[in-house]
């Protein structure tokens, strides 16, 4: 139970982190144009 919750936590956070970066270059690519 705690696992499988970790597990899908973990997924989780590192699909908002890709998604975070690329609004984040997203962004930066704007400023910069």
Do not use: C, H, N, P
């Not at 597990?7 to 144009?33: C, H, N, P, W």
């Amino acid at each position: 139970e705690t696992a499988r919750r970790l597990g899908i936590s973990e997924r989780t956070l590192r699909y908002r982190l890709a998604k975070a970066r690329e609004q984040g270059e997203d962004f930066a690519r704007v400023m910069s144009a």
